[in-house]
C-alpha cells in the first residue's frame, strides 16, 4: 500500500511539472526558445566538448582515490562517469541520481567493490567541497561589492552561508579524522519520512572516512586532487560562457561565473519543470532574459544526453553486467529523447520566430523598458518610441527602434561621415575638430548676438554656460565701447571652447568643471559621469565601454574610433552651440554601436549621453534593427512648474526622436 501511494505521489509530481513546463516553454514563446536552441549550430559539439572535458578531469580526480593496483583504465571510469551523467539526465534527478549510479557501477561485480563506493564518496565530497569554497567566494563577494538588489541578494545569502557550513563540517570530517559521517548517518536514521528509507552499511562510511585520511596523509596526491577539482569548476564557467554567447548575448567571463555559482544549487537535485523554472527565475533576478536562461537549462540536459551516447561507444576492456545494463537503457532513451528534440526544433522551422539578436532584445526589455507588445510591433516594422523613468529630478530620456530595410554597414559608413549625417534644417552650421584640437577647427562657426549677448555677463547672470574664470574674462577684457566688441566676445568664447576641448582630449588645462552663470552653479562633468554610470546597456553591449567614455584617452577600447564634432543648433527661442565626443565601437559580427557624449552646450543642458545600435535581423539579411537612447540632464528641470517643463521637453524629445528615425530610415532604404 505504502509503495502504491509512493507511486502515485512521484506520478503526480511529475505531472505537476511537465505542466509547469509547458505553461513556462508556452509564457516565454515556443518559437523565442526554439529559435534560442538552434541559434547554438556548431557551437553544440563544442559545449559537449567542454562538459566531456569536465568529466574527464573529473575521472583523473577519481583515479586519485583508487589505489593504484586497483584502477580500472581511464577509459572505463570516463565510461562510468559519462553513463552517470545519462542517468541524472534521464530521470530528471541530477545527481541525486547520477552519483549513485556511479558508485554502483565502479563497485559492481567486476569491479571495485567497497573500494569503489569509496573511491566514488570521497571524489564526490572533494568536488562537493571545492564548489562550495567556489560559492562561498563568488556569493560573498556578491554580497561585500557588487550593486545587485533584490531577490538574488536572498540567494547569494542562502549559497554563501550553506556552503559556508557544508565546507566546515567537510574539513572538520576530514581533518579532525573524528566519525562524523557515521554519526551523521545515524541521525539520519531517526529522522521521520526519510529516515526509514535510508539503507546505510557503516562499513563502507567508515571506509570512506578511512580513504580520506589516508589520502590527507599523501601531501602531493592531496594537491593534484585539488587542482584537478579547480580545473572541473573552472571549465563548468566556460560551459556557461560559451553557452550564452553561443545565443548571441554578450557575457564577461565573471558574469558567467556569477550565473554558474547562482544556478549551482538547481543542478544538485533536478525535476521535470522546477528546474527550468529555476534557471527563467535567477536569470531575471540577475536582470538577464528569463528565455536564455530556460534554454540553458535545456542546453545542459541535452549535453549531458549527448555525452552519455559518446560513452556508450567508448571502448571497455571488462563487460561488466551492470554496465551493460545501464548503458542499454542510457542509449535507448537518450536515442529517443535526442530524436523528439530534433524533431521539436525541426518542426519548429515552420513557425514564426523572433528575428531580435538576443542581445539586442535583452538591451531593448531589461534596460530600455521596451515590453513585449513593442517587441512584436518593433518586428512588425513599427517605429516604437517612449520616455525612460528618470534616473535623477533633472533627467529626460527617451528611446526609440525601428526596422530597416538596408544595409547595416552602409549605415556605419554614413554615420562615420558625421558632417553630412548631421544636416538638417535645425543644424545650421557643423564641423569636426582635428586631432589634436586647434584654433582654427573653429573657423567655420559664425556667431552673433542672436547666439549670445554677453554685453552685462556676470557671475549668476550670463547669457549663456560660461565658468567663473571666463565671465571675469570677458568683462575685463572687452571694451563693449568698441565697434569690434562683438568680435572680440566671439574670439574670447571660441578660446575657451577650444581649450576645453584640447583639456578633455589630451588632459591639458583648461577643463570646465562648473557653469556660473546661473544662480546655482552647474556641475557637467559630475552629470555626465552620472548618466554613464547609470547606463548599464553600455557594458552589456560591450563590455570596457563605459569607462572607456568616461576617459577615453585613460581607458582605450581597441579598435574603437574617437572624434569630436560641435554645431550650431536651432531650439526654442535661442540658438546653441555645443560640442559631442563620439565612440564608434568596431562592428560586431551582428551589430554596431555608437556612443555620444556632451562635452559642452552654450544653453540649455547639463549633460548629454546618447547610444546609437544597429544590430542585424535573423534571418534577413537585407535588414537591421536600428535603435537610439537618448538621457540629459538639465537644471531647468528643476524648481517650480518643473512638472509643466518636463512635460513640454519629453514631448518635444519623443517628436524629434520620431522624425530623426523616420529620416534616417528613409535616407538609408533609398536604392
Known amino acids: 500500500m505504502r509503495s502504491r501511494d509512493s507511486d502515485v505521489v512521484r506520478a503526480a509530481a511529475l505531472l505537476g511539472g511537465s505542466v509547469l513546463l509547458a505553461a513556462l516553454f508556452v509564457r516565454l514563446g515556443p518559437a523565442r526558445i526554439l529559435s534560442l536552441l538552434t541559434s547554438l549550430g556548431w557551437n553544440f559539439p563544442v559545449i559537449v566538448v ?49 552519483e549513485p549510479a556511479r558508485a554502483w557501477l565502479l563497485a559492481n561485480p567486476g569491479g571495485q567493490g567497497a573500494i569503489g563506493y569509496s573511491a566514488a564518496a570521497g571524489e564526490l565530497m572533494a568536488n562537493s567541497a571545492t564548489s562550495a569554497a567556489v560559492n562561498v567566494a563568488v556569493a560573498g563577494g556578491v554580497l561585500m561589492t557588487s550593486a545587485l538588489k533584490g531577490p538574488v541578494v536572498v540567494l547569494a545569502h542562502v549559497l554563501c552561508w550553506s556552503s559556508l557550513v557544508y565546507l566546515s563540517a567537510i574539513i572538520g570530517v576530514v581533518v579532525s579524522r573524528v566519525p562524523i ?13 526519510v529516515g526509514r528509507r535510508l539503507r546505510i552499511d557503516p562499513s563502507k562510511l567508515r571506509d570512506v572516512e578511512a580513504t580520506a585520511a589516508a589520502l590527507m596523509a ?29 545565443m548571441g548575448v554578450a557575457l564577461s567571463g565573471r558574469s558567467a561565473l556569477l550565473i554558474e555559482v547562482m544556478t549551482r544549487a538547481l543542478t544538485i537535485v533536478e525535476f521535470v519543470g522546477a528546474t527550468e523554472v529555476g534557471f527563467a527565475v535567477v536569470f531575471a533576478w540577475l536582470g538577464l532574459p528569463a528565455a536564455i536562461g530556460f534554454t540553458l537549462s535545456l542546453v545542459k540536459t541535452l549535453r549531458s544526453l549527448t555525452a552519455a551516447g559518446f560513452a556508450i561507444g567508448l571502448p ?49 526589455s531589461r534596460d530600455l523598458h521596451f515590453s513585449p507588445a513593442d517587441l512584436v510591433d518593433l518586428q512588425h516594422s513599427k517605429l516604437v518610441k517612449h520616455t525612460l523613468p528618470p534616473a535623477a529630478l533633472e533627467e529626460v530620456g527617451v528611446v526609440g527602434a525601428v526596422r530597416v530595410r538596408g544595409s547595416r554597414a552602409r549605415f556605419m559608413a554614413a554615420y562615420r561621415d558625421i558632417i553630412a549625417f548631421r544636416k538638417s534644417a535645425a543644424v545650421l552650421e557643423i564641423g569636426r575638430f582635428s586631432d589634436p584640437p586647434t584654433s582654427s577647427d573653429l573657423d567655420a562657426l559664425t556667431t552673433s548676438r542672436d547666439d549670445f549677448d554677453l554685453r552685462g555677463c556676470r557671475i549668476a547672470g550670463c547669457d549663456i554656460r560660461l565658468p567663473e574664470i571666463e565671465i571675469r574674462r570677458i568683462a575685463a577684457g572687452v571694451d563693449w565701447r568698441r565697434p569690434d566688441a562683438d568680435r572680440q566676445a566671439s574670439a574670447f568664447f571660441k578660446q575657451m571652447v577650444v581649450a576645453h576641448v584640447r583639456s578633455y582630449v589630451t588632459g591639458a588645462p583648461g577643463l570646465i568643471a562648473q557653469y556660473d552663470d546661473g544662480r546655482t552653479p552647474v556641475l557637467p562633468v559630475i552629470a555626465g559621469e552620472d548618466l554613464i554610470r547609470t547606463s548599464g546597456y553600455l557594458d552589456a553591449l560591450q563590455p570596457g565601454l563605459a569607462a572607456h567614455i568616461s576617459c577615453f584617452r585613460s581607458n582605450p577600447l581597441e579598435g574603437a574610433e574617437d572624434f569630436l564634432y560641435w554645431t550650431k543648433e536651432k531650439l526654442a527661442l535661442a540658438p546653441f552651440i555645443s560640442v ?37 535581423t535573423i534571418g534577413d539579411s537585407q535588414s537591421f534593427y536600428l535603435a537610439y537612447v537618448n538621457r540629459s540632464r538639465a537644471s531647468a528641470l528643476r524648481g517650480p512648474m518643473a512638472g509643466l517643463r518636463r512635460s513640454i521637453v519629453e514631448r518635444k524629445a519623443r517628436a524629434a526622436l520620431d522624425s530623426n528615425l523616420r529620416e534616417i530610415k528613409a535616407r538609408v532604404e533609398v536604392r
Open 50 to 98: 567542454l562538459f566531456a572535458a569536465h568529466e574527464l578531469v573529473r575521472t583523473l580526480a577519481l583515479r586519485c582515490w583508487l589505489p593504484a593496483d586497483r584502477r580500472p583504465p581511464l577509459t572505463e571510469l570516463f565510461r562510468i562517469r559519462l553513463l552517470g551523467e545519462g542517468a541524472g539526465a534521464l530521470t530528471r534527478t541530477g545527481a541525486l541520481a547520477a
Open 181 to 193: 559521517l557515521d554519526a551523521c548517518a545515524h541521525a539520519a536514521a531517526r529522522l521521520p519520512v
Open 218 to 246: 599523501r601531501r602531493p596526491t592531496l594537491a593534484r586532487l585539488l587542482l584537478l577539482e579547480i580545473s572541473a569548476q573552472v571549465i563548468l564557467v566556460c560551459e556557461v560562457y560559451w553557452s550564452i554567447r553561443s
Open 316 to 364: 571497455t576492456d571488462a563487460e561488466r553486467p551492470r554496465a551493460r545494463l545501464v548503458a542499454k537503457i542510457v542509449s535507448g532513451a537518450t536515442t529517443t529523447m535526442l530524436a523528439l528534440a530534433t524533431a521539436a526544433v525541426l518542426g519548429a522551422a515552420g513557425q514564426p520566430v523572433s528575428d531580435l539578436q538576443p542581445e539586442l532584445e535583452a538591451v531593448l
Open 580 to 616: 559631442t565626443h563620439v565612440t564608434i565601437v568596431p562592428s560586431g559580427a551582428h551589430q554596431s554601436l555608437a556612443t555620444s557624449r556632451d562635452v559642452y552646450s552654450s544653453r540649455y543642458i547639463d549633460a548629454s549621453l546618447s547610444m546609437t545600435i544597429a544590430s542585424d
